[in-house]
């Protein structure tokens, strides 16, 4: 789980590091060359409190105790925020009082944007530069899949050896429901597991 406290959302190259291994083509990313899981899983981690009652209250059903580091129960979480996101939409919208709203004007110049939120998978960053016509001359994406994704991995390679005693493709099955709980973007999902066997 990670905290990242910030002045400005463009402090995040400070606090984050991307970088390639030679065997993936994916974007890892650490902090202070550690590992960390983003998502649902870490936000009720932290903020369980803030829940709604009926959030809190299949939290509870479920006899759940948290701080939970057991990647498995993150769609349990996600399940649980959506139960609190519905409540909170139904609280907004009672008290919203809708008016309209003229368009902002504006103009382009040479200027760099940061956003960073909350995704329903976790963090995400959005980084770009724009010249004088407005084109995007630069753009860095960090995914709440790739702030995973070194989690994923080592989560792998502590999963697998309570597995190795089940059938080959029961064990792919394993591996493949651990890693989709940590509900990887559609490309990872469909494409992230290739297993070579080697015999002993």
């Known amino acids: 789980m990670v905290a990242m406290v910030a002045r400005k959302k463009a402090d995040y190259i400070e606090y984050l590091e991307e970088y390639h291994e030679p065997y993936s083509t994916c974007n890892f990313v650490v902090k202070k060359d550690k590992r960390y899981m983003v998502g649902s899983l870490a936000r009720l981690n932290n903020n369980y409190r803030f829940l709604s009652k009926n959030a809190k209250k299949i939290a509870n059903d479920a006899k759940l105790k948290f701080p939970v580091h057991n990647p498995f129960i993150n769609n349990l979480a996600q399940a649980i925020e959506l139960v609190h996101s519905v409540d909170r939409a ?55 899949t790739c702030q995973n994704l070194l989690n994923m991995q080592e989560d792998v390679r502590a999963f697998l050896p309570t597995v190795l005693k089940l059938p080959e493709k029961k064990i792919i099955l394993e591996i ?24 002993k």
């Open 90 to 144: 139904v609280e907004i919208c009672r008290k919203l009082k809708v008016k309209e709203e003229k368009r902002a004007s504006f103009h382009f110049k040479k200027c760099r944007g940061v956003g960073v939120g909350e995704a329903p998978r976790g963090i995400l960053i959005h980084d770009y530069e724009i010249n004088e016509k407005g084109d995007i001359v630069k753009a860095n994406i960090i995914t709440p």
């Open 176 to 199: 493949e429901k651990l890693i989709r709980a940590y509900d990887p973007c559609f490309s990872c999902s469909a494409h992230f597991l290739k297993v070579k066997w080697e015999r």
